[in-house]
């Protein structure tokens, strides 16, 4: 059966549009649209906008499934319509994936070109942007234009050389990402509420022939692809990385940082956040969420080569269900091609809660979500959603401050269906090896940022750390997310045979210029007689106390301190008290600090040291 939108007709969407008992088609006459508002649209095979003023819109999170198995069987050249935002200004790279081609009537997809990027003006109705010169370096808001210079794409490629400029072309083929600078200013044009340019956030309405069916992506051994989801909807991005054996089924994420505001690159800061599924479950469900370490800003010189100077790092975001437009990268383990199909999407709307975020800062730890589960989500996989809990993959995160600049985080997920090796779509390399310094878990001999692995009290799991200069590193278990069973985590120096508590304190050490993969190690037990940190455990009681907004130390032993530090989570110091004497207790105040954890550190004359979290909250 085929639907059929008549002439001069609206079609209001306001649920399930075809029931999928129905063998449907659609077919949109020219000088028609289609509106759909907050809902999916299910169509089982294929989609015909036949004019040019036969339009499909997508608004408020509504989202177009379809249910071919072909490789695109969409034609016409009519337009389907959908917003998405960016979130950068006209210094700041996103990574974009277009969910429309160019409008060429033949069925099957087609390539996309950033004229097709318009500036919305109502709910239906947008304008081509102003058009810039290769050689104008900066977009704007008002009137919206899109510097072309900043396009570019990454079919395969391990150097920074081989980015292809696409500039206004339409050459960018279904299923390829692309890069896209922001624009400076802003829009005060309110559309549905939303303004299409409140500061460093430009909305774009894509417009065009929408992707469809089964979109190769190439790939090659040991290379980067920057792809994305092709498609007008969701899609669990789980579930492609699962399928995709030709890559390490890992999806990395350009960060930038925002205060970086400048066109050369050697003033650029940015990396790279890695997104694991952790796998598929042993019974054949989709059960976890998967885990995502943030990327750690570096610059970069001339070559596009990371080099030591670090800014902040990135944020925790949830990636298991991709949204429309969201460009990343895959890196190739064997030529050859990797396939994004129907099968994958899913009708998700996009929100921190629902686990779909384009990159909007908000972590996962901190997100309260509601139900344990996921709710029933339609798509075309037959997964049952409601069985897949919502919780954190167990973990542990560390966090290392690399020369009190930046931090790299690395997470270790203790699942059980991983092994101590490296897993396809588990363990996540650290992307991009040539920084100047950098810690990560050493396996196989190369640099790992997620490890996965069953947990056993006995593992000794090897830590990396590489500079090219002298450099300090400061270690420190960031979080611990539903896992009760390490009571102890500790950094062994294999050299002194000494085992550093960073459960509860961090690890301070500076290391000559090199790469030093074998001198230490995470373990789970400490191997050695009491020492003086078990000491130290009963000579000082150490509290916040949030009420009285007080740091309190009770020293009983009247042991005579040297030093109080107090340090924020990765290790930057606060404040710092010397030659406190001997006295029984001692209050420090708090009220001027931010909410969070600290690290308190003591240590006496006689080197007795204690470290000690604590959670201040004003």
Same mark, same amino acid.
């Given at each position: ?19 999928? !008992? ?24 294929? +989609? ?11 608004? *408020?999170?509504?989202? %177009?499934?379809?249910?071919? /198995? ?17 979130? /950068? ?48 370096? !900066? ?39 692309? =890069? ?39 790939? %090659?051994?040991?290379?980067? =692809? ?20 030709? /890559? =390490? ?100 709307? *996009?929100?921190?809660? !629902? ?18 589960? %996921? ?23 560390? !966090? ?36 100047? &310094? ?59 045979? +000494? ?22 190690? +995470? ?6 007689? %009491?020492?003086? *940190? ?34 924020? &989570? ?19 105040? /708090? ?9 308190? #550190? ?6 007795? *040291?204690?470290?000690? #979290?604590?959670?201040? #909250?004003?």
């Amino acid at each position: 059966m085929t639907s059929k939108i008549l002439k001069k007709t609206l079609l209001i969407v306001t649920g399930f549009l075809i029931q999928s !008992n129905i063998n449907a088609q659609m077919y949109v006459s020219p000088n028609s649209y289609v509106f759909a508002s907050n809902e999916v649209v299910f169509i089982k095979q294929q +989609l015909e906008l036949n004019a040019a003023n036969s339009d499909f819109y997508l608004r *408020e999170n509504a989202q %177009l499934l379809q249910g071919s /198995t072909s490789s695109g069987v969409n034609s016409g050249l009519g337009n389907l319509s959908v917003f998405q935002e960016g979130t /950068t200004n006209n210094f700041q790279y996103n990574y974009w994936c277009s969910p429309v081609g160019g409008n060429i009537a033949a069925a099957g997809n087609s390539p996309f070109g950033i004229t097709q990027l318009k500036d919305i003006v109502t709910l239906t109705s947008s304008v081509n942007s102003t058009p810039l010169g290769m050689n104008n370096y !900066n977009g704007t808001a008002t009137p919206f234009a899109i510097a072309p210079y900043w396009i570019n794409k990454l079919v395969t490629s391990s150097t920074y050389s081989s980015w292809i400029s696409v500039g206004t072309a339409s050459t960018i083929n279904a299923g390829e990402g692309f =890069t896209m600078k922001g624009t400076s200013g802003t829009n005060a044009t309110i559309v549905n509420g939303v303004m299409n340019n409140p500061g460093s956030k430009q909305r774009y309405d894509f417009r065009g022939k929408p992707n469809d069916g089964t979109i190769a992506i190439n790939v %090659l051994n040991l290379q980067y =692809t920057l792809t994305g989801n092709p498609y007008p909807s969701a899609i669990d991005l789980k579930l492609f990385l699962l399928g995709a054996s030709n /890559t =390490t089924g890992i999806a990395y994420f350009w960060e930038h940082d925002k205060t970086a505001n400048s066109h050369y690159i050697d003033n650029f800061r940015g990396g790279y956040g890695a997104y694991s599924p952790l796998g598929g479950d042993s019974n054949g469900t989709i059960g976890n969420m998967g885990v995502y370490t943030p990327a750690t800003f570096y610059s970069y010189d001339g070559n596009g080569n990371e080099v030591t100077n670090l800014g902040s790092s990135g944020n925790v975001f949830q990636r298991r269900f991709c949204p429309v437009g969201q460009g990343f990268m895959l890196d190739g383990t064997a030529d050859g091609i990797v396939e994004m199909k129907n099968s994958y999407r899913v009708f998700v709307k *996009e929100d921190v809660l !629902n686990f779909s975020q384009f990159e909007r800062s908000s972590s996962p730890s901190k997100t309260k979500n509601i139900n344990e589960f %996921l709710p029933a989500i339609q798509s075309l996989s037959g997964y049952d959603y409601t069985m897949v809990n919502t919780k954190p993959a167990p973990q542990i995160r560390l !966090n290392a401050l690399l020369n009190d600049q930046g931090i790299r985080q690395l997470v270790l997920a203790l699942v059980p269906d991983a092994t101590d090796g490296v897993d396809h779509a588990m363990d996540a390399m650290l992307a991009g090896d040539n920084a100047g &310094i950098d810690t990560y878990f050493s396996l196989n001999e190369s640099e790992y940022v997620i490890d996965a692995r069953p947990f056993n009290i006995d593992t000794k799991i090897p830590l990396g750390f590489k500079n090219t200069n002298q450099a300090n590193f400061k270690i420190t278990v960031q979080e611990i997310l539903n896992f009760t069973e390490a009571e102890n985590i500790y950094l062994h120096d294999k050299n002194t045979d +000494l085992y550093h508590d960073i459960k509860n304190d961090f690890y301070d050490l500076t290391l000559p210029g090199g790469v030093n993969n074998t001198q230490f190690e +995470l373990t789970f037990k400490n191997n050695n007689s %009491l020492g003086t *940190e078990d000491l130290a455990v009963k000579d000082f009681v150490v509290f916040q106390n949030n009420n009285a907004k007080n740091l309190t130390i009770n020293n009983p032993f009247q042991l005579d301190i040297a030093t109080c530090n107090l340090y924020d &989570i990765v290790g930057k110091l606060i404040f710092s008290k010397k030659d406190l004497g001997r006295n029984v207790t001692y209050n420090f105040p /708090t009220s001027g600090l931010s909410d969070g954890v600290y690290i308190v #550190k003591i240590a006496t004359d006689d080197k007795i *040291e204690l470290g000690k #979290k604590i959670i201040i #909250k004003n």
